[in-house]
């Protein structure tokens, strides 16, 4: 039997500002947040506007937002639940998240 794998997510005083703006820079990951910011979702429930989207292709654009402090994807039981690290990203970067949610 394995293990649950708790995958690594960085500090918020790691967080840098380039590492959150690029990962924001992406159609398809900036989807992912603003279907986030409404609260938290199984790893199988984000990304469900783009059904074409390969899987191999999610895991990659969660991991970008992961690493870049953006979400946290914790498991779940048997799934993975990913969340918004909103209050996180506001205590460092106050106000960018909301800006860049509402811009169009």
Do not use: Q, W, Y
């Amino acid at each position: 039997m394995t293990g649950i794998t708790r995958l690594p997510h960085p500090e918020p005083a790691d967080v840098a500002l380039t590492d959150v703006l690029f990962a924001l820079s992406d159609p398809a990951r900036l989807e992912i947040v603003r279907e986030l910011a409404a609260g938290p979702l199984t790893m199988a429930e984000c990304g469900v506007t783009n059904p074409d989207l390969p899987k191999s292709t999610k895991s990659h654009l969660m991991k970008v937002l992961r690493e870049a402090g953006i979400v946290r994807n914790e498991p779940d039981g048997r799934r993975r639940l990913v969340s918004l690290r909103k209050d996180e990203l506001d205590a460092v970067f106050p106000g960018l998240l909301d800006s860049v949610l509402a811009a169009d």
